[in-house]
């Protein structure tokens, strides 16, 4: 940045802070308010940091800031605002910007304070600067706790993050341009921290119990000290070369010359450099140009070899989000004498500090006192010094905090977590990539560690570690975690050290566990098994299991053993209920919904011949749910319960699959209306180790290995060999070896098996030449395994190729889809096409229900798609529920719709007629509610005219049905419950949703009459009736849940007119995800619930009922036919003749159309109507009138008041 730009503002400021004389810095009066000046600045500065920018460029830090700190340390306060300015001005470039700006201008910003920050790093890196911080520090840490004042304790701070932003700012290598054993600027740093003592400091902040409110400042300096340093390395310092590092060396060598010799002799065979006008022109047979001919080779044969059809062409640009990740950590070896430093420092650290702070920093972790991804820093500690300790003199003791069972657990949490945020946060997924990177190499420091306490010679040691082995092995999180992290790899993301990490951990663990299985014989460990559950599904049709008789002759044959039993059971007092529970407590389902299971149940017990039980169950059933008098009433006599059971015995009681079906549906049909739960099973099983090793034999681990295996030449000799002993596990433990036969793959044995090195790769050359004999012995058996090569396979492929194909077949007929014959795709083909053309109805359910053979929804689908009929599966799904946004033209069209139709009687109706996208009726009133075109909900409601009752009624009964619908229409639904129906308003035809909300209750009821819903008419009816008597006894009202316990009355609840008939009577629908039965509302009074019962009452109905109830004898009747019609009769008659009595039809003598008209005063009504006065004065005139008049019903002017409706 150009000084010249520099703000005049800021430059005057900076000119204030004095000026440097020779290396005599003379500081200004207005020194100290400078400095709060720039440090206010800063606080204010824009998004482009431009004040920190400013700075920078003019050097403020290096010219000024630092002499004053150095030359002027006794002046506190200057000291103290010093101290405050660098450490803004030295925050890491990430935590200015919050991530690496994308913005071309924003990153140039970006690169620019990176560069000051590199430049201030250079100008620490000097023995004065960290002396005088050391200095004050050591006299800030002398002083006691009852001393120290808060601003002591804040400069400590200070000087901790300061020294930290100093550390964490990264090494510009392509300006620096040092080798290794060169001191860079970080080993200056370190080198300046070392001789002002800074690092004894470190370490007494570190093991000090009074000093552990700095240990996560603390750990962090240590961490950024050795970011870059290798611990192995490290620990062998001052040693001497080892002889594994000297052979290591030397088969490097080795290697390169091998190269060479190679690359010599391929020149010398090589023809003269002299080019020759007469070299020729060669056919290459077999080899295709781009047209139909053989390729026609230009040059000398010694360059055949290197023929390739790419050769010319430009090389594909890959997109920069498919480009593999870099790699951001990097090693290299400092200087001799700041390694001596950094190895005596990492001794000292493990013997006095490392458990004290590392049990710290865990504890503040835990308790959430530590900042956000501060866990990174224990990992990598955790990592780097345990290798530390392990490659010096391995002494258990001094990593024992890190060392246990919590430790995994806390890693493995930390890595999971980590694994699910890089699938999830995809934009930040390279930063969880890095932290995950951390938490495997910490997990694979935490093994390695155990595995050397195994070879210890202290027998309390390898206890110790056989233990911990013990836990880790028989939870199952530890045992898949390499197996998610394998399937879920992304190059992308991820870099080639994480693979290489990863593939070295997977390695050392199976070589654990497979030690462990061998030393123990078997091993229990620890298994979960998810469940898949779906929702309780009755079907169609009762199931019979094999033993179950199905004729009413055997039924009958058994009741009568059945009987003896009962009678006698019923006599006997001491038939005991305590042992019988008819619910199950464990089950996930409420007890309150296990009402119909406990009647399976009896009926069980019955079909079994175990009479003592099934009279046992019934009682204690009644005692469980005596609602409703489902078992029985209370005072019911023993007859009457043997009669009851007999009916239960012979009721087709709807039951749920069997667990064979259940899982054969779960595997042919998935249906989305079918909510799957998961829940988890946790039980014990032998482990066995090659089970285990079958989950990696999958297509992505392979390639994961495979990807790492290209780059065997940087490869160590150690990765290499983890690579080729997990593919030698899979083709030779495992009898895979066509898992193997992958075309990348055989190109990269050849690269391996032509390499002038190859030696060096002995194992890979051995390995390479087995998979191809196996893979050229299969080709000759199968010609087929040549196309294979294209393609990554899995083990049923695998399986096939060594079998051969259609070997899977006639092991797993079960999967296979079934067979259709000639006769059943007439039907379907039949019933298809005389179906599919029927509007409102599913052509699929029609087809099912038809269907000879019972099919899936699935299959039958898939077998009009097969055979032409349909075009896709897509044609066939079911309406969903969904939203739909109102569009600006919409919208207009809606107002302008209002405005036409605002003065007719029906607003809303002709809207719903005219408007072109449909909706639903309250859709409608919430947006013109919500544009502010009308202002309360009853601008909307349809007006009522005067009208007359017509006289030739009797009684009034047009008056009332008026009335009724007036008020159903008027008031329809409350809030909640219209907020319901609107999804499925909206999935229904508009014609039908305006057909069906005029009709009245009677009309409805006639309807459902006429299409086979009397009974569950009549259980309705009975059951407002019950409600009503328990409200009058009880004197208090709940929500009555209604729960049909029969399969007629659970289908006329699924009946969507039998739904618009219980909306109109005030039944409200089950909440959504808490109710799952339709409730009469807690607000309705006994004597409304009646009349709301009456007004279910059909005089077709009734005179059907007293038809019912004479006697008909056909010709041929047997005597049980005769006995069953009899009960019916009789309990047809008692039904009728308590309707009539509770419901009030039944008038005493006197109270004729009296009786009836003061019934008809009183309607069921959703709200409150409230007459005005207008009205009184109406009523009044009227009743002074002659009685013989025909009762007329005016225009009312009418107040409403919405009842807030009852939430369970």
């Given at each position: 940045m150009d000084l010249y730009m520099m703000n005049c503002e800021l430059l005057a400021t900076c000119s204030a802070l004095g000026y440097l004389e020779g290396d005599t810095y003379h500081k200004e009066p207005d020194c100290l308010e400078s400095v709060k000046d720039l440090i206010r600045y800063l606080r204010h500065e824009d998004d482009t940091r431009d004040v920190r920018r400013q700075l920078g460029a003019a050097q403020i830090l290096q010219s000024d800031l630092l002499p004053m700190l150095t030359q002027h340390c006794q002046d506190k306060p200057l000291f103290d605002a010093v101290i405050r300015l660098m450490v803004n001005l030295t925050q890491p470039a990430l935590l200015c910007f919050g991530s690496v700006p994308k913005e071309p201008s924003f990153r140039r910003h970006f690169l620019q304070v990176l560069a000051y920050l590199q430049a201030y790093k250079e100008a620490f890196a000097s023995e004065k600067a960290f002396g005088v911080l050391s200095e004050t520090l050591y006299k800030l840490l002398q002083l006691g706790w009852e001393e120290r004042q808060e601003e002591d304790n804040l400069l400590i701070e200070r000087i901790l993050l300061l020294v930290r932003n100093i550390l964490h700012v990264p090494t510009d290598l392509d300006q620096e341009k040092r080798i290794d054993d060169d001191a860079s600027v970080h080993d200056q740093l370190l080198w300046a921290i070392h001789l002002s003592g800074l690092d004894d400091l470190l370490l007494f902040l570190a093991s000090s119990p009074a000093e552990q409110q700095w240990s996560l400042h603390v750990l962090e300096i240590i961490s950024l000290m050795f970011r870059d340093q290798n611990p192995e390395q490290l620990a062998g310092v001052g040693q001497g070369r080892l002889a594994q590092e000297r052979s290591t060396d030397v088969a490097e060598l080795e290697v390169l010359r091998q190269r060479e010799m190679a690359e010599k002799k391929t020149r010398a065979l090589q023809r003269g450099n002299r080019h020759s006008r007469f070299g020729g022109s060669y056919i290459v047979q077999g080899l295709k140009s781009i047209g139909e001919r053989d390729l026609i080779f230009h040059k000398g044969l010694h360059n055949l070899r290197n023929y390739s059809s790419d050769l010319g062409k430009q090389p594909r640009r890959v997109p920069k989000r498919r480009q593999a990740a870099r790699e951001l950590s990097i090693q290299r070896r400092s200087a001799l004498n700041v390694r001596l430093f950094l190895r005596d420092f990492c001794s000292e650290f493990l013997e006095n500090c490392y458990n004290r702070l590392m049990g710290s920093v865990k504890d503040h972790l835990l308790r959430e006192k530590a900042q956000q991804h501060d866990e990174t820093y224990y990992m990598w500690s955790l990592a780097f010094f345990m290798a530390f300790n392990r490659a010096a003199s391995f002494r258990p003791g001094l990593v024992s905090e890190t060392l246990s069972v919590r430790t995994f657990h806390f890693i493995e949490q930390n890595l999971t977590n980590y694994y699910e945020m890089m699938l999830t946060d995809r934009k930040e997924a390279a930063s969880w990539a890095r932290r995950m990177h951390l938490a495997l190499k910490a997990y694979q420091e935490l093994l390695a560690t155990v595995n050397e306490m195994d070879m210890s010679p202290d027998e309390a040691v390898r206890e110790s570690s056989r233990i911990i082995k013990n836990n880790i092995f028989y939870v199952m999180e530890y045992r898949e975690l390499f197996l998610a992290l394998f399937r879920k790899f992304d190059e992308r993301c991820q870099p080639r050290s994480f693979l290489r990490d990863l593939v070295e951990t997977t390695h050392l663990f199976l070589k654990m566990l497979e030690r462990f299985c061998r030393s123990r014989g078997n091993l229990v460990v620890q298994n979960k098994r998810k469940k898949r559950k779906k929702k309780k599904k009755v079907l169609d049709q009762p199931l019979a299991s094999g033993d179950v008789p199905s004729s009413a002759g055997e039924l009958e044959a058994m009741w009568l053993s059945l009987a003896e039993q009962l009678q006698c059971c019923a006599q006997d007092p001491e038939l005991s209920l305590d042992s019988v529970v008819p619910f199950d407590a464990a089950s996930e389902v409420p007890v309150e919904e296990q009402r119909a299971e406990a009647m399976v149940r009896i009926q069980d017990c019955l079909l079994a011949g175990q009479a003592p039980q099934a009279l046992a169950l019934l009682r204690s059933a009644r005692e469980v749910w005596p609602e409703g008098n489902v078992f029985g009433s209370q005072d019911i006599s023993a007859e009457e319960e043997i009669e009851l059971l007999k009916q239960i015995l012979g009721a087709p009681l709807p039951r749920q699959q069997g667990p064979e079906e259940q899982g054969a549906e779960e595997e042919e049909e998935e249906e989305e209306e079918e909510e799957e739960l998961q829940a988890v099973q946790v039980s014990e099983k032998e482990f066995n180790f090659l089970d285990y090793l079958k989950r990696f034999a999958s297509s992505a681990v392979v390639?994961?290995?495979?990807?790492?295996?290209?780059?065997?030449?940087?490869?160590?000799?150690?990765?290499?060999?983890?690579?080729?002993?997990?593919?030698?596990?899979?083709?030779?433990?495992?009898?895979?070896?066509?898992?193997?036969?992958?075309?990348?793959?055989?190109?990269?044995?050849?690269?391996?098996?032509?390499?002038?090195?190859?030696?060096?790769?002995?194992?890979?050359?051995?390995?390479?030449?087995?998979?191809?004999?196996?893979?050229?012995?299969?080709?000759?058996?199968?010609?087929?395994?040549?196309?294979?090569?294209?393609?990554?396979?899995?083990?049923?492929?695998?399986?096939?190729?060594?079998?051969?194909?259609?070997?899977?077949?006639?092991?797993?007929?079960?999967?296979?889809?079934?067979?259709?014959?000639?006769?059943?795709?007439?039907?379907?083909?039949?019933?298809?096409?005389?179906?599919?053309?029927?509007?409102?109805?599913?052509?699929?359910?029609?087809?099912?229900?038809?269907?000879?053979?019972?099919?899936?929804?699935?299959?039958?689908?898939?077998?009009?798609?097969?055979?032409?009929?349909?075009?896709?599966?897509?044609?066939?799904?079911?309406?969903?529920?969904?939203?739909?946004?109102?569009?600006?033209?919409?919208?207009?069209?809606?107002?302008?719709?209002?405005?036409?139709?605002?003065?007719?009687?029906?607003?809303?109706?002709?809207?719903?007629?005219?408007?072109?996208?449909?909706?639903?009726?309250?859709?409608?009133?919430?947006?013109?509610?919500?544009?502010?075109?009308?202002?309360?909900?009853?601008?909307?409601?349809?007006?009522?005219?005067?009208?007359?009752?017509?006289?030739?009624?009797?009684?009034?009964?047009?008056?009332?049905?008026?009335?009724?619908?007036?008020?159903?229409?008027?008031?329809?639904?409350?809030?909640?419950?219209?907020?319901?129906?609107?999804?499925?308003?909206?999935?229904?035809?508009?014609?039908?949703?305006?057909?069906?909300?005029?009709?009245?209750?009677?009309?409805?009821?006639?309807?459902?009459?006429?299409?086979?819903?009397?009974?569950?008419?009549?259980?309705?009816?009975?059951?407002?009736?019950?409600?009503?008597?328990?409200?009058?006894?009880?004197?208090?009202?709940?929500?009555?849940?209604?729960?049909?316990?029969?399969?007629?009355?659970?289908?006329?609840?699924?009946?969507?007119?039998?739904?618009?008939?219980?909306?109109?009577?005030?039944?409200?629908?089950?909440?959504?995800?808490?109710?799952?039965?339709?409730?009469?509302?807690?607000?309705?009074?006994?004597?409304?619930?009646?009349?709301?019962?009456?007004?279910?009452?059909?005089?077709?109905?009734?005179?059907?009922?007293?038809?019912?109830?004479?006697?008909?004898?056909?010709?041929?009747?047997?005597?049980?036919?005769?006995?069953?019609?009899?009960?019916?009769?009789?309990?047809?008659?008692?039904?009728?003749?308590?309707?009539?009595?509770?419901?009030?039809?039944?008038?005493?003598?006197?109270?004729?159309?009296?009786?009836?008209?003061?019934?008809?005063?009183?309607?069921?009504?959703?709200?409150?109507?409230?007459?005005?006065?207008?009205?009184?004065?109406?009523?009044?005139?009227?009743?002074?009138?002659?009685?013989?008049?025909?009762?007329?019903?005016?225009?009312?002017?009418?107040?409403?008041?919405?009842?807030?409706?009852?939430?369970?």
């Open positions: 390639r994961a290995y495979v990807l790492l295996l290209r780059s065997y030449r940087q490869n160590s000799a150690h990765t290499n060999h983890c690579l080729v002993k997990m593919l030698h596990r899979l083709a030779h433990d495992l009898k895979m070896e066509a898992l193997l036969f992958q075309l990348s793959l055989f190109c990269l044995f050849n690269r391996v098996l032509s390499d002038p090195a190859a030696g060096a790769y002995q194992e890979l050359v051995t390995f390479a030449k087995y998979i191809l004999g196996k893979f050229f012995a299969l080709a000759a058996v199968n010609q087929k395994a040549f196309v294979e090569l294209l393609f990554w396979k899995n083990t049923a492929v695998v399986r096939e190729m060594a079998e051969g194909y259609g070997s899977l077949d006639g092991g797993s007929s079960s999967r296979r889809p079934p067979i259709w014959s000639p006769e059943e795709e007439a039907q379907l083909q039949e019933l298809y096409l005389a179906h599919r053309d029927v509007e409102g109805q599913d052509v699929v359910d029609v087809i099912l229900a038809q269907l000879k053979t019972p099919r899936t929804r699935k299959q039958v689908i898939h077998h009009l798609v097969r055979l032409g009929l349909a075009d896709s599966v897509k044609d066939f799904q079911r309406k969903g529920t969904h939203i739909v946004l109102w569009t600006e033209d919409q919208e207009l069209e809606l107002q302008r719709l209002f405005e036409e139709f605002q003065d007719s009687d029906d607003v809303l109706g002709h809207i719903m007629k005219n408007i072109t996208a449909r909706r639903s009726r309250a859709r409608i009133v919430d947006k013109l509610l919500a544009l502010g075109v009308v202002a309360e909900r009853r601008e909307l409601y349809k007006k009522r005219r005067k009208k007359l009752a017509p006289s030739n009624l009797p009684n009034g009964e047009e008056s009332r049905k008026d009335v009724c619908q007036e008020d159903l229409e008027e008031g329809n639904l409350p809030e909640e419950e219209s907020d319901e129906g609107e999804e499925k308003e909206e999935d229904s035809e508009a014609g039908q949703a305006q057909g069906s909300s005029v009709l009245s209750t009677e009309a409805l009821g006639q309807s459902l009459s006429q299409e086979g819903f009397s009974a569950p008419l009549l259980w309705l009816q009975n059951c407002l009736i019950r409600a009503a008597d328990d409200r009058e006894e009880d004197g208090c009202s709940q929500a009555v849940p209604l729960v049909p316990l029969t399969e007629e009355n659970e289908e006329a609840m699924e009946n969507e007119q039998f739904q618009q008939l219980l909306r109109k009577l005030g039944v409200r629908p089950p909440a959504s995800g808490q109710e799952t039965f339709w409730r009469i509302p807690a607000k309705l009074s006994p004597t409304q619930l009646r009349k709301i019962a009456a007004s279910l009452s059909q005089p077709e109905e009734e005179g059907k009922l007293q038809s019912r109830l004479e006697p008909t004898i056909p010709e041929e009747q047997g005597p049980e036919e005769e006995h069953q019609k009899e009960y019916r009769a009789q309990a047809l008659r008692a039904l009728l003749l308590a309707r009539r009595k509770k419901a009030g039809l039944e008038s005493p003598e006197g109270e004729g159309p009296a009786g009836e008209k003061e019934q008809l005063k009183m309607a069921p009504r959703k709200r409150q109507l409230l007459d005005s006065d207008e009205e009184q004065e109406e009523d009044e005139g009227r009743s002074k009138g002659p009685e013989s008049r025909a009762p007329e019903i005016p225009k009312k002017k009418r107040f409403q008041i919405e009842d807030e409706d009852e939430s369970d």
